[in-house]
C-alpha cells in the first residue's frame, strides 16, 4: 500500500454519494406509486420494460455524452419507448401523459432517496486534515450537479470542484484530469482517482499515470472477464485511511 499521496480526485455520484444504485427496484418502487396511471399494466412489467430499455439506451457511448447533461429528458425518452414497447406487445394502451409523469417521478424519487454514503464525510476531512489536496471531479449539467455538491455540503471539502457542465469537458475526456491536476498543481504520478466507474475513474486515469482504485461499493466485484485492473478495490471509502493510520 503506498503512502498517502499528493493529491487525490474523486467521483461524486455513487462514489461520496449513493445517487443511482440499484435502478430496477428504483423503478419498481415508483411503478408501485403510480401503478392506477399504468394499468392494466403491471409495476413489474412496466418496470422491467423500463429497465431494459435504460441500459440499452445508454450503452451507447455517445449517446451517453450527449444525454447525461440532460437526465430528465433522457429518461421521458426512456419510459415512452418502453411504454410504447408493451403496447404494442400486449395490444394495451396506457393513459395520456403516463411516460412524462413516470420518468419525473423517478427522478423526484432519486433525489429524495440520495445521500451521503457512511464515513464518507469522515474521510474527507480526514485527508485534508493530513495535507491531501483533494479535487471533485463529476460529469452531467451545471445546475443539477452544483445543486448537489450545496446540498451535501461538499464544496469546503474540496480544493478544487470541476462540473462538467460547467467546466465544459468530463470524463473519460483526458482533459478533466488534465485541469484538475493543474488546478491541484501536481503530476499524475503523485494522485490518486477514486470512483465507481471502471472506465471514467480507473481506466482512463490510469492511461494518465494517475493511481486508481475503485470504488466497489456494492461489494459485487469486477464483471466477468473486465479488461480493467483497478491499482486498488474499495468497498467503502474509510477504507483509504486504513493503513495510513498511526
Keep these: 500500500m503506498p503512502a498517502l499521496p499528493t493529491a487525490i480526485l474523486f467521483d461524486l455520484d455513487d462514489t461520496i454519494l449513493s445517487a443511482y444504485r440499484r435502478p430496477e427496484a428504483a423503478w419498481l418502487a415508483v411503478a408501485d406509486e403510480l401503478a392506477e396511471l399504468i394499468a392494466p399494466l403491471t409495476p413489474e412489467a412496466v418496470a422491467a420494460a423500463v429497465s431494459r430499455q435504460a441500459v440499452a439506451f445508454w450503452a451507447d457511448a455517445e449517446r451517453h455524452r450527449i444525454w447525461r447533461q440532460k437526465l430528465g429528458d433522457a429518461r421521458r425518452q426512456i419510459v415512452s419507448c418502453a411504454l410504447s414497447g408493451l403496447a404494442a406487445e400486449t395490444r394495451t394502451a396506457v393513459s395520456s401523459g403516463a411516460a412524462v409523469r413516470l420518468a419525473d417521478r423517478f427522478t423526484a424519487y432519486r433525489d429524495e432517496q440520495m445521500h451521503v454514503f457512511p464515513g464518507a464525510y469522515d474521510t474527507l476531512d480526514a485527508l485534508r486534515s493530513a495535507g491531501v489536496r483533494l479535487a471533485l471531479i463529476t460529469n452531467g449539467d451545471g445546475p443539477g450537479q452544483r445543486a448537489k455538491v450545496e446540498r451535501f455540503d461538499l464544496a469546503r471539502r474540496f480544493d478544487h470542484v470541476q462540473i462538467e457542465g460547467e467546466a465544459g469537458f468530463g470524463k473519460p475526456e483526458p482533459e478533466a484530469y488534465r485541469h484538475a491536476l493543474a488546478a491541484l498543481d501536481v503530476e499524475p504520478a503523485e494522485t490518486w482517482m477514486v470512483g465507481d466507474n471502471l472506465e471514467w475513474e480507473v481506466a482512463a486515469p490510469q492511461r494518465l499515470g ?20 483497478p491499482d486498488r478495490i474499495i468497498t467503502a471509502l474509510p477504507q483509504l485511511l486504513e493503513d495510513h493510520r498511526a
Design 210 to 229: 494517475i493511481y486508481a482504485i475503485w470504488h466497489d461499493h456494492a461489494a459485487s466485484g469486477l464483471p466477468p472477464g473486465s479488461a480493467v485492473r
